[in-house]
């Protein structure tokens, strides 16, 4: 069981805009500032797309958005595209101890 | 460019060490907060991280892993190994290495190596 809690999957069609949660807790998601959410593609290693919850690495289209209210992280994709279709993981920071939390993945669909 | 390629063995028999090796180019292993970790991953299933070694040696661990877990770094050979005792089956995942210049956050990725453990 992931230490934060995403829906399974989600689904869109072109064009559109989508959004996933990232549920954790107070010593993960809501302690801190550093949740980063990363695209898989099959067979790929995860690449980052969202960082310190906002803030997007060069080379990342601006359609892909970031933000956190309270326990609970979210990444929207909007003006979906086919290249879109993959599996997003959200991570957080979790203290000395715990370092690196993430969640179960959720796999997103451009219908 | 930051660059990382991960080396090992693909299949370890269970009860053996897993040692793999992370090379990497582009990484200037200071300032504070420069690190480089390993992450798996198990078939189908979601990323677990394992391990992180700072630029000044300072070392984190996933608490239900580390008594199992190693790692060390020689930056004159641009590397960073991890060594995991007492394989086992659930064991079996792509395992990534990953470089953080922050400690907060992977940020760049190794293309990952599938390691298979076979009882």
């Known amino acids: 069981q992931s230490a934060l809690t995403q829906p399974p999957s989600a689904s869109g069609s072109p064009g559109q805009s989508v959004t996933i949660s990232c549920t954790g807790t107070n010593s993960d998601v809501g302690g801190y500032n550093y949740v980063s959410w990363y695209q898989q593609h099959p067979g790929k290693a995860p690449k980052l797309v969202i960082y310190?919850?906002?803030k997007r690495p060069s080379g990342v289209p601006d359609r892909f958005s970031g933000s956190k209210s309270g326990n609970t992280a979210s990444l929207t994709v909007s003006g979906l595209q086919a290249e879109d279709e993959a599996d997003f993981y959200c991570?957080?920071?979790?203290?000395?101890?715990?370092?690196?939390?993430f969640g179960g993945g959720t796999k997103l669909t451009v219908l | 460019q930051i660059t990382l390629k991960e080396s090992g063995p693909t299949l370890v028999q269970s009860t053996q060490t897993l040692t793999l090796t992370c090379t990497f180019s582009g990484i200037s292993f200071s300032p504070h907060g420069v690190g480089v970790g390993w992450i798996r991953q198990p078939p189908g299933k979601a990323l677990e991280w394992l391990a992180l070694?700072?630029?000044?040696?300072?070392?984190r661990f996933r608490p239900s892993l580390r008594t199992r877990l190693t790692i060390t770094k020689d930056t004159s050979k641009s590397q960073v190994v991890v060594t995991m005792t007492n394989m086992d089956p659930v064991d079996t995942a792509t395992y990534y290495c990953?470089?953080?210049?922050?400690?907060?956050?992977?940020?760049?990725w190794g293309q990952g190596t599938l390691v298979t453990v076979s009882s």
């Open positions: 991570s957080s920071y979790a203290g000395t101890n715990n370092f690196w939390v």
């Open positions: 070694i700072y630029w000044d040696d300072d070392r």
């Open positions: 310190e919850v906002t």
């Open positions: 990953v470089h953080t210049n922050s400690g907060y956050y992977p940020l760049n």
